[in-house]
């Protein structure tokens, strides 16, 4: 059984890679740190996915 | 190393629909056509109290090129359950609306769900389900999920408290539920015996604080101090009463004054209680005997 977090703030995500985020939190709700959580994961994605050279140089959370 | 998060997105619909918001469907389509390729998993966006429109949702959003995960919830008529898995499309499907509810009434229309349509004749899961926050460590064992997500590591946290693992034959267990330990300065039940980590006898005491080092945290240190009135707060300083004549002095950061090391705490928890679960998919079988249920 895998288990998604829920909302993590960023702090947390250095442990955990499986996070539930709802699209509330992160459009309308006025929660900040849900949305820097779902920047944070996106650019991680895309450092991953479209510039995997670059993943040695990001910065460690 | 860069970390390959899977990023699965709720559309939120009961948080809005408790503070009378509602989700646009369009909106939310565009949002999830938007960032599909970081996306994991995204569920439909469901109407609460409303399974038609909930199924109409599903509809538009796959008219729209998407493939969200239909969500079927607690209290619905079984016939959106069936219209769902007979079309033959769906291989994960969520089941929701179940927070608030108690552990009897969610037995009851798990194990009917499980036994009757979500498992074939020996018992094995016919569906991937995932279950929408689920929070109940007994129902979390009970049933086979493919998935779950949960709010209890920060919900403990945020109120002072940690998950520690039983502890038999020198082994830390986790086929049994958690103490739940509070060890905050701060926690209203610190005097209260079996609650707070400062009221458990030596010997166990001793076992929780093993686990703790074990995972490389520490309890941390505290000094409380009177203060005079108009006194100014100065770094690693807090107030602990309203009248703001005691303050709060952090000698060493640890598990007792700072809530995310709890929270940390908690998703290590979470995270070693992942591992023991048996591979997926497994047999269910009603169990009769209760669980603590």
């Known amino acids: ?61 | 190393m860069s970390k390959k998060y899977e990023l699965f997105i709720d559309s939120g619909a009961f948080s809005a629909w408790s503070k009378g918001i509602t989700i646009d469907i369009n909106e939310y389509i565009k949002f999830i056509k938007k960032y599909q390729k970081y996306l994991s998993y995204y569920a439909n966006l469901d109407v609460i109290g409303n399974p038609e429109a909930t199924w109409q949702n599903q509809k538009k959003m796959e008219v729209s090129g998407l493939t969200p995960m239909p969500c079927f919830h607690f209290g619905e008529d079984i016939k959106y359950l069936t219209k769902y898995y007979l079309t033959g499309n769906y291989e994960y499907l969520a089941l929701g609306g179940m927070v608030g509810r108690n552990s009897k009434e969610l037995v009851e229309w798990l194990d009917n769900l499980f036994s009757n349509y979500l498992c074939d004749k020996q018992g094995m899961p016919i569906l991937k389900i995932h279950g929408f926050g689920m929070t109940s460590f007994n129902l979390m064992m009970r049933y086979p999920w493919f998935s779950v997500d949960s709010t209890s590591w920060i919900i403990c946290g945020r109120m002072g408290g940690i998950y520690v693992p039983q502890y038999e034959n020198n082994n830390w267990i986790y086929n049994v539920a958690p103490w739940k330990i509070f060890v905050s300065s701060q926690s209203p039940n610190q005097y209260e015996e079996g609650k707070h980590i400062e009221s458990f006898s030596l010997n166990t005491r001793n076992h929780i604080l093993q686990y703790i080092h074990d995972k490389g945290y520490k309890l941390g240190k505290i000094e409380i101090k009177k203060v005079e009135k108009e006194y100014k707060l100065k770094d690693k300083e807090r107030w602990i009463n309203k009248e703001k004549t005691k303050i709060e002095i952090v000698i060493e950061k640890g598990l007792i004054n700072d809530y995310k090391l709890r929270d940390e705490m908690n998703i290590l928890y979470y995270l070693d209680l992942e591992k023991t679960f048996p591979k997926w998919p497994w047999q269910f079988k009603i169990k009769k005997s209760g669980l603590g249920i």
Not at chain 1, 10 to 22: E, G, H, M, V, Y
Not at chain 1, 38 to 54: A, G, P, S, T, V
């Open chain 1, 1 to 61: 059984m895998k288990i998604y977090f829920v909302a993590p703030e960023l702090f947390a995500l250095k442990l955990t890679d499986t996070i539930l985020l709802s699209y509330y939190d992160i459009t309308i709700s006025k929660i900040p740190f849900r949305k820097i959580s779902f920047k944070y994961i996106l650019n991680k994605r895309q450092l991953e996915y479209e510039n995997i050279f670059c993943s040695s140089s990001e910065s460690a959370l």
